[in-house]
């Protein structure tokens, strides 16, 4: 794992953190006292008040109740008749503020006690990653998701295995430590295949390693302890912070979130859960709707970044039923977990940040009541993570997260006018700002692609979108069709990886792409078992 | 256990449990494989079982009665080569031992050519490892119990395996590393060997080191318990005689290496793996009590396949190696009974030696011919229905069953289609009608 001496210089930085902290913090815009009246305000820990009243002092939700309240003197006014005022939403699964390392190439050693040569400078997350030290959140991030009502974040890496401890974070202003609900909040899993030769690069390889890893876990937790107890005649053990920062997992205290996505993927998550006896849950879990009964005990972040049919018709015709019906069923998941009585929450997980709401209505299309996908953007989550003492309802005493729509909030022509987020009011950008936000970047579009393979030319069509340097999108072609993996994007250079099926269709095997981006053409190299081919392709239309 | 009528009688004192399925195919030819053939023949199953074989089997009240006039009757097709249903690549590549990783933690019950294959009658199938590493992942033993979870295929009790790789994949000729990437070790077949051999010594040493922590403790010295290694754990397993050794070679010389070495280092080889050179050194192989499964007509693919001949199968046999046919491919997978035939023409076997080939050989491979492999009293009712002789070419499949349980039926299939058929259709109708609304609601926008 990582080197100790980083370590070491990452608690100095920490202790540096916490006097900071001590420190009495000041800060321009020092929350005030709001009185929010006029509109519908949904509370979510009791029904909906026609004509209510929100009051936020220093912070805090003061009072919410009916129009009899009597408002402060000192409050400012914000009349929203008409608009309907919510908790700030919660997005319990996301990799906000983490740009996509480029993937590492070096030997791997078995699991977490091997030695490992290090050849790049970005470090693959470990178990002792902790997401509130590399968590870096732009302005037009943070204005980008409170503009879809979502004042909270999960949030941690997207690559490796270990993606590393995730933090639960408001979307306010002022330094990120100011902004922390809670840290850790879980310790995130991926199965994320390495770069080919890299180990592991392939999914059973992923598995092992995670395996190794938990019960390197287990050995080096027992050796500590057999040595503290009495180091007479014992040769010491070493150290390992990264074992050691797996000691609350397996003592139940931290869950781990598995990222997992089709039924077979949740079922191998549960295997090692149940292998470790762990404390987890499930995200991602598109294909929950296969197995709602199954996952009525286990928490459950439903990923609603929904499969999306390929544009073109003919392109359509050619998937097998399959791959149809698993699109179609999909945006069925929340209700059926619904209906199970499962504990669930809607995320935006690998998701652009405008398809969060988009993605959530499409989950109400399919059954789910939009009280319920309320109750899974809110109070659902902060329960599921342990800060619903703090957040998720408009409830006396919980921290000031607001939100206030001028339609129902999932409502496909609803706009959020107002968002507080620790009792401060956050100005929203200009709709025109905004824009520019979520204005294309220059590889989202459809490329065909041809891969000159020694056995001939490959056709590919790949059709992509890069946000916060991550590239996701689906191929299709002479080598099957699904979605892309472990995709970056830096502006000039990407990379991504497909399953191709072989020639004999007996197997598939990774692909990586290596390739730089011009204009309307693309090139550089795939990396196959079967050897480095160079690719070429351009955009179409 | 012999005679078809003292089985007949054992049909009287199995007792019968409520709603446990019980189904009587008649007038059928039965391949029995081990008791050779009965015209005219039934076959009983009760449960996952087979509880009778025989001519004049009378249907139970409750029975299920398949009449099988005219058609045959075979046991499941064992495939010991196979990577159908892994999902993710079926080699983990990186170290040239990566015999921590499990095939059976990766096996998908989504694989489409599962289902084909049960349409060919092929029922079980040894998934391996690829043969990118000397020694590569531990292999899984399964069934294709198409519609059930994965967790179901998986052979429970079915010994562990691992599969091994001799000659130019595992060095490195056809697997050439992307630029950057060091090249791999070993690159020659002596490097090969060298990690063979050297993963068995670091084992010994890990067994050591664990038993003088045992040791220790039982002594009730103070010790801290040794690092559990997956890698480690697997080749002590190996030598303990509990996982088997099914290994990937052509050339006799690299075959030759691998049996010296096993008695060296003091572990089993079960099944040598497309063995194309397997002719060459027959005696040996069946001197040393492994298995070979062979390609019958594939060869020249590579420079190591050149040397090679269909009447390799026929040679082996004569000399005593249990030999089976094998398909390391989805679509041979589906009609291993034709390369079983090709045998009688490449050599001339028998029709009960060519029957063998894909049957009880790969059964005894596998260790599992006290449950599959023939229609036997006791074993699991893993059978398939032929319209012809399954070694003719107009031979094709009315119905496979697992363990009782009809997996396949040709009639079903053909209904399925169609109502398969109309499902699409509706979805992509679906989706062309959310498209057209797409486009005008875009459309009305503009306009606004």
Known sequence: MRPAAEVSMNLRRLVAVCLFLAAPAVFADAPGVYAITGGTVHPVSGPAIENGVVIIRDGLIEAVGKNDIALPRDATPIDVKGAHVYPGLIDAQTSLGFTAPAPRRGFGGGGGGGARRETEQTPEPAPDTLAIRTVKISDDDADARRATGVTTIITASAAGIFNGQSVVLNLGNGPIESRVIKSPASMQLSFNPRPAWTYPDSLMGVISYMRQTMMDAQQHQTARDIYERNPSGLRRPAENPSLEALRPVLARTLPVVFVADSEEMIRRAQVIAREFNLNYMIAGARQGYAMANELKNIPVLVSVRWPVAPSDENDRKDQPLRVIRFRQLAPTTPFALQKAGAQFALVSGAGKTGDFLPGIRKAIANGLSADDALRATTLAPARIFGFDRQLGTLERGKIANVVVSDKPIFDEKAKVTHVFVDGREIRLPRDDAKKAETAASPIDGTWNVTVRATQGSVAISVTLHAEDGQLTGTYTGDRGSGDIRGGTFDGTTFEFTISATAQNAAETTDWVFHGTLSGTTVQGNVNTTLGTFEFSGSKSR | ?448
Not at chain 2, 90 to 99: H, K
Not at chain 2, 265 to 293: P, T, W
Not at chain 2, 303 to 316: G, K, S
Not at chain 2, 391 to 408: K, N
């Open chain 2, 1 to 448: 256990m012999r005679k078809a009528a003292a089985l007949l009688f054992a049909l009287a004192a199995l007792p019968s449990i409520a709603q446990e399925r019980v189904i009587l195919i008649r007038n059928a030819t039965v391949l029995t494989i081990t008791n050779g053939k009965i015209e005219n023949g039934s076959v009983l199953i009760r449960g996952t079982k087979i509880a009778a074989v025989g001519k004049d089997i009378a249907a139970p009240a409750n029975a299920q009665v398949i009449d099988a006039t005219g058609k045959f009757v075979m046991p499941g097709i064992i495939d010991t080569h196979s990577h159908t249903a892994v999902e993710g690549s079926v080699n983990e590549i990186s170290l040239p031992n990566t015999g921590m990783v499990r095939i059976g933690d990766v096996l998908t019950a989504d694989d489409i050519s599962a289902y084909r294959q049960l349409a060919g009658g092929t029922t079980t199938a040894l998934v391996l490892h690829g043969s990118a590493n000397s020694i590569g992942g531990q292999s899984q033993i399964a069934k294709w119990k198409w519609g059930h979870p994965v967790s179901e295929w998986l052979v429970q009790g079915a010994p562990r395996t691992i599969k091994f790789a001799l000659g130019e994949n595992p060095k490195s000729a056809n697997f050439r590393p992307p630029e950057g990437t060091p090249r791999q070790y070993p690159a020659t077949r002596m490097g090969v060997e060298e990690v063979i051999r050297k993963s068995f010594i670091d084992a010994r040493d890990y067994m050591a080191e664990w038993d003088e922590y045992e040791a220790k403790r039982k002594r009730n010295e103070p010790a801290i318990p040794p690092r559990r290694d997956l890698l480690m754990e697997t080749m002590a397993d190996i030598l303990r005689g509990n996982i088997d050794v099914h290994s990937h070679c052509y050339r006799s010389d690299e075959i030759m290496m691998l049996l010296n070495l096993s008695d060296e280092m003091g572990f089993k080889v079960r099944e040598l793996q497309h063995v194309l050179e397997g002719f060459k050194v027959a005696k040996e192989i069946a001197a040393h009590g492994v298995g070979g499964g062979t390609f019958i007509d594939w060869w020249g693919y590579k420079a190591e396949a050149y040397d090679a001949t269909p009447y390799n199968v026929a040679l082996m046999v004569k000399n005593g190696v249990l030999t089976s046919v094998n398909s390391d491919s989805d679509e041979l997978a589906r009609h291993l009974n034709h390369d079983a035939a090709k045998s009688m023409k490449y050599g001339g076997l028998t029709e009960d030696e060519a029957l063998r080939l894909c049957t009880i050989n790969p059964a005894k491979q596998l260790r599992l011919d006290n449950r599959i492999g023939s229609i036997e009293v006791g074993k699991d009712a893993d059978l398939a229905i032929w319209t012809a002789h399954p070694l003719s070419i107009y031979a094709r499949v009315d119905t496979t069953m697992i363990e009782g349980e009809i997996v396949f039926d040709r009639q079903k299939d053909l209904q399925q289609r169609e109502a398969m058929k109309r499902e699409k259709d509706e979805r992509l109708k679906k989706e062309a009608d959310e498209a057209k609304k797409d486009k005008n609601g875009k459309k009305e926008k503009k306009d606004a």
